[in-house]
T-cell receptor, first 113, second 109 residues
Framework: DVKVTQSSRYLVKRTGEKVFLECVQD?????MFWYRQDPGLGLRLIYF???????EKGDIPEGYSVSREKKERFSLILESASTNQTSMYLC????????????FGSGTQLSVL | GEDVEQSLFLSVREGDSSVINCTYT??????LYWYKQEPGAGLQLLTY?????DMKQDQRLTVLLNKKDKHLSLRIADTQTGDSAIYFC?????????FGAGTTVTVRA
């Protein structure tokens, strides 16, 4: 079965810190995604990548960047964390075709103090 | 997401049917999805429907699509306590999925 692993379940960081959220998938999927989930707002797409070294902005990219140096790993970077980035972050991956299932990791709950 | 809307809460008695409704704005959506999120977990795909279909049934789940009104619904028959979760509607467009805010379904005895 496909596994999408997010490196941390909970993270607490201070305002201004640089934060790395890591995501690894084990099924050679081409597409990977970073969402944030907030109560009442659902999931909002931050960035996605459809191939190594390729990245596309989602709906709310401000304050974030991403890195995809290897196919299996997609990192989300908060250059200077702020309190409004406190959220649940979900990584997902999918094989290339349209109707392939999107597989989600368990999420990282990030608190920025 | 702002393009996909759903009500936030639903309470249902065990054994009854649940109906979760969703509206979307993008008429070019090719696939529409229902995802389930249990506490402390990521999202799992429950079912999906292609935009040229009106209905899809999968065991206790029935998806209805009214493309003219851009309305999607998920019916869960014989709702059980294990169905308590957040249910997300999503549409596929332009390489990505757009999600609604999620409907929290609470099943009471």
């Amino acid at each position: 079965d496909v596994k999408v692993t997010q490196s941390s379940r909970y993270l607490v960081k201070r305002t201004g810190e640089k934060v790395f959220l890591e995501c690894v998938q084990d099924m050679d999927h081409e597409n990977m995604f970073w969402y944030r989930q907030d109560p009442g707002l659902g999931l909002r797409l931050i960035y996605f990548s459809y191939d190594v070294k390729m990245k596309e902005k989602g709906d709310i990219p401000e304050g974030y960047s991403v890195s995809r140096e290897k196919k299996e790993r997609f990192s989300l970077i908060l250059e200077s964390a702020s309190t409004n980035q406190t959220s649940m972050y979900l990584c997902a991956s999918r094989a290339g075709t349209v109707n392939e299932k999107l597989f989600f990791g368990s999420g990282t709950q990030l608190s920025v103090l | 997401g702002e393009d996909v809307e759903q009500s936030l809460f639903l309470s249902v008695r065990e054994g009854d049917s649940s109906v979760i409704n969703c509206t979307y704005t993008d008429s070019s959506s090719t696939y529409l999805y229902w995802y389930k999120q249990e506490p402390g977990a990521g999202l799992q795909l429950l079912t999906y429907i292609f935009s040229n279909m009106d209905m899809k049934q999968d065991q206790r789940l029935t998806v209805l699509l009214n493309k003219k009104d851009k309305h999607l619904s998920l019916r869960i028959a014989d709702t059980q306590t294990g169905d308590s979760a957040i249910y997300f509607c999503a549409d596929y467009n332009d390489y990505k999925l757009s999600f609604g805010a999620g409907t929290t379904v609470t099943v009471r005895a």
